[in-house]
């Protein structure tokens, strides 16, 4: 499994695989598993391919057209290809007409490509093919001569077949590695031995084989990673800690007494289990989890309250400067006034003079309360007694970031993680597994309906004045709103802008610094319009914030840094704009930072996406439900698992590949 590909495939091959798909053992081949299985006659679906999309497409040859250039020497073959089910794809090929002879109607062949859009039209530029009844599918797949034909991840410069051939001539030459799992657990577990499975998930010999193969490689890949985090949380447990008990009659107890709500049956249940936790001598490593809203910042300062009153320090990380200020502010409102010197606020952006007073009073303990953003995790920030550390928004801290508060202190401190982007149980038990979990399901009253719609602005442009005019009428109630948009622009670099794989063949995402003049000049003209970025200083982004909260602005267009946590009751709407450019648990994060107050909030998710696509459909079930959980479900079909998975197997290479997490449910509690 160790040899090197170049021994096995030749050295030209071994290098493409190497550069393009990171593989370089036979090994590395064998793991690298075919996507899906294609059967001849059998349809890819071409009208759900996304742009940018590296693709291969099973499909049939309904007609060709080539052409001279009239204003230039060449000419253009393109290559009408279709699904069978009414999708079609046009495959263009320049100063190649010679092709024609071979891609004749009525052809079926895989071709693989990158999808890019040319007037409208979904195109693959120069695919790669290999025709199903023609010569060269004959050398190349004669040894997958059976039903199923792999069709693996692939890149440009090497196409699904050269991987199958590659696999076959490995199969075929390298001795199978020895099964580490006892023939008695594989019997009662009803799984295939190692060797047999590496064979029938690359060559299926019948569909019930293949579905034995997937079986046994998916039920190793669960036990390594419950493996991997039974070992982080023995690691985890065996370390001292200082306990922080509960103190009778301490700043806890005054500030309970001084709150004027009643905290909900969900917080006070939440709150007694961090309570114990706090009081034990290992450290805590608890994730909070809780709709938008339910209220998670108000357990985490009573858990910090009471690592104080225990004579501790406590740290709360959130993840933008607007957002911490935001928190500080909140907080300082909640504290009684004998309580307020105690807390502190320290960010990259603030003065050399004001840092340096912060810094002296965190070590030496003046200060015992903190919130901040990165600036915590940096060189020359001491504490005098780290207690506790609250990471909120979790999905915007890797695990190296808390490691680093986490040094900030002599014995390991107490963790709380918090998110608002529910977890489902699957992920809870993979990703999360080292983490105990405590979940807020109850939104403190007063709370109102958030009603959800998709504005298609290309299909139905008419549904996009509209938008604008519900906004205005929102405005004209008294109440404000948000236009959200992915990126900032100016062309520099952004930290504000969602990621995403597939922009390079689509026109740049819509941008504050565009969409701003436009609105006040067009549709919103008159309103008092604000703009907010990751890239204004931080004095400005906190002094527009401050306007907005305080009513001053109508409408405020911004990036994702709204993302999280800011909560202005009186907004009621929100226009996002590209919202087919954001992930599912980003739109859902986005949406609750209306509908905080009395009034009832409207988000609209305006898309140039079409019906029936990928992208269309996943903003028709944001639209559909406001249940957080249900949204995690689905986030979780619609992105690679692999990424999710991977992220339990610490900076290593993830080594899931087969592991489905809702699919695989029942597998991974039996690992």
């Known amino acids: 499994m160790d040899t090197p590909l170049a021994k096995v495939v030749g050295a030209k091959t071994a290098k493409a695989l190497a550069v393009s798909l990171d593989l370089y053992t036979a090994g590395d081949l064998l793991y690298h598993f075919p996507r899906r299985y294609d059967q001849r006659g059998e349809h890819t679906n071409i009208r759900a391919l996304e742009i940018g999309e590296q693709?291969?497409?099973?499909?049939?040859?309904?007609?060709?057209?080539?052409?001279?250039?009239?204003?230039?020497?060449?000419?253009?073959?393109?290559?009408?290809?279709?699904?069978?089910?009414?999708?079609?794809?046009?495959?263009?090929?320049?100063?190649?007409?010679?092709?024609?002879?071979?891609?004749?109607?009525?052809r079926w062949g895989l071709f693989a490509g990158k999808v890019t859009e040319f007037r409208g039209q979904r195109q693959l530029n120069?695919?790669?093919?290999?025709?199903?009844?023609?010569?060269?599918?004959?050398?190349?797949?004669?040894?997958?001569a059976g039903a199923h034909i792999p069709v693996y991840p692939s890149a440009a410069k090497v196409p699904t077949w050269v991987i199958a051939r590659c696999v076959r001539v490995v199969l075929d030459t390298i001795a199978m590695p020895a099964d580490p799992m006892p023939s008695?657990?594989?019997?009662?577990?009803?799984?295939?031995?190692?060797?047999?499975?590496?064979?029938?998930?690359?060559?299926?010999?019948?569909?019930?084989?293949?579905?034995?193969?997937?079986?046994?490689?998916?039920?190793?890949?669960?036990?390594?990673?419950?493996?991997?985090l039974v070992r982080r949380k023995r690691e985890a447990a065996a370390w001292p800690a200082k306990p922080r008990p509960l103190v009778k009659g301490g700043g806890l107890s005054t500030f309970d007494q001084a709150l004027p709500f009643t905290l909900t049956d969900g917080q006070l249940e939440v709150g007694e289990q961090i309570s114990a936790d706090l009081a034990t001598p290992h450290p805590m490593h608890r994730l909070l989890q809780g709709e938008v809203g339910a209220g998670k910042t108000l357990v985490a300062l009573r858990a910090m309250l009471q690592v104080v009153d225990a004579g501790g320090q406590a740290a709360l990380l959130a993840p933008t400067e607007v957002l911490a200020a935001q928190h500080f502010r909140g907080i300082t409102k909640l504290l009684p006034l004998e309580e307020q010197h105690r807390l502190v606020l320290l960010t990259g952006s603030m003065g050399?003079?004001?840092?340096?007073?912060?810094?002296?009073?965190?070590?030496?303990?003046?200060a015992s309360m903190v919130v901040g953003t990165h600036a915590l995790l940096y060189e020359g920030v001491d504490f005098h007694d780290l207690g506790l550390i609250v990471v909120d928004e979790q999905h915007r801290f890797g695990v190296e970031q808390r490691d680093a508060l986490r040094a900030k202190a002599e014995q390991p401190p107490h963790v709380l993680v918090m998110t608002a982007t529910p977890i489902p149980r699957t992920v809870a038990m993979t990703v999360y597994g080292d983490l105990e979990i405590s979940t807020l399901a109850q939104l403190p009253s007063g709370r109102s309906p958030i009603a959800s719609h998709v504005v298609p602005a290309a299909e139905k442009p008419a549904f996009l004045d509209r938008a604008w005019q519900r906004l205005r009428?929102?405005?004209?109630?008294?109440?404000?709103?948000?236009?959200?948009?992915?990126?900032?622009?100016?062309?520099?670099?952004?930290?504000?802008?969602?990621?995403?794989?597939?922009?390079?063949?689509?026109?740049?995402?819509?941008?504050?610094?565009?969409?701003?003049?436009l609105l006040r000049e067009g549709p919103l003209a008159g309103l008092r319009i604000g703009v907010l970025h990751g890239k204004l200083p931080?004095?400005?982004?906190?002094?527009?914030?401050?306007?907005?909260?305080?009513?001053?602005?109508?409408?405020?267009?911004?990036?994702?840094?709204?993302?999280?946590?800011?909560?202005?009751?009186?907004?009621?709407?929100?226009?996002?704009?590209?919202?087919?450019?954001?992930?599912?648990?980003?739109?859902?994060?986005?949406r609750g930072r209306v509908g905080r107050g009395?009034?009832?909030?409207?988000?609209?998710?305006?898309?140039?996406?079409?019906?029936?696509?990928?992208?269309?459909?996943?903003?028709?079930?944001v639209a559909s439900t406001v249940d957080g959980f249900q949204l995690a479900e689905l986030d979780l079909e619609q992105r690679r698992e692999g990424d999710i998975l991977g992220a339990a197997q610490s900076g290593r290479r993830s080594h899931v590949r087969l592991l489905s997490l809702l699919r695989d449910r029942e597998l991974i509690g039996e690992a």
Not at 352 to 366: F, I, M, N, Q, Y
Not at 506 to 517: D, G, H, K, Q, T
Not at 549 to 563: H, W
Request: net charge negative.
């Open 352 to 366: 050399v003079a004001a840092k340096r007073r912060v810094l002296a009073e965190l070590a030496s303990g003046a």
């Open 184 to 228: 008695e657990i594989r019997a009662a577990r009803k799984l295939l031995d190692l060797p047999t499975a590496l064979r029938e998930i690359h060559r299926p010999s019948a569909k019930e084989m293949l579905y034995a193969a997937r079986r046994r490689l998916a039920w190793d890949e669960a036990f390594a990673i419950q493996l991997t």
């Open 55 to 106: 693709v291969t497409v099973m499909a049939q040859v309904i007609r060709t057209n080539s052409r001279r250039f009239k204003q230039r020497q060449g000419n253009l073959l393109e290559v009408i290809v279709g699904d069978g089910l009414g999708g079609q794809i046009t495959l263009t090929y320049f100063n190649q007409a010679w092709r024609e002879r071979d891609l004749r109607p009525g």
């Open 473 to 517: 009428e929102e405005v004209g109630k008294g109440h404000q709103a948000y236009v959200v948009c992915p990126r900032i622009g100016s062309d520099s670099a952004e930290e504000d802008q969602p990621p995403s794989e597939t922009d390079d063949d689509r026109r740049p995402p819509i941008a504050v610094l565009e969409v701003a003049p």
């Open 538 to 590: 931080a004095d400005e982004k906190d002094s527009i914030m401050r306007a907005f909260a305080a009513g001053k602005l109508d409408v405020l267009v911004a990036t994702t840094v709204i993302e999280v946590g800011v909560d202005v009751p009186n907004a009621t709407v929100m226009v996002i704009l590209d919202a087919d450019r954001f992930g599912i648990s980003q739109l859902h994060q986005l």
């Open 126 to 144: 120069g695919p790669e093919y290999i025709l199903l009844d023609g010569d060269d599918w004959n050398e190349e797949m004669e040894a997958f």
């Open 598 to 621: 009395s009034a009832p909030g409207l988000c609209l998710l305006v898309t140039e996406a079409f019906e029936g696509t990928p992208a269309r459909e996943r903003l028709d079930a």
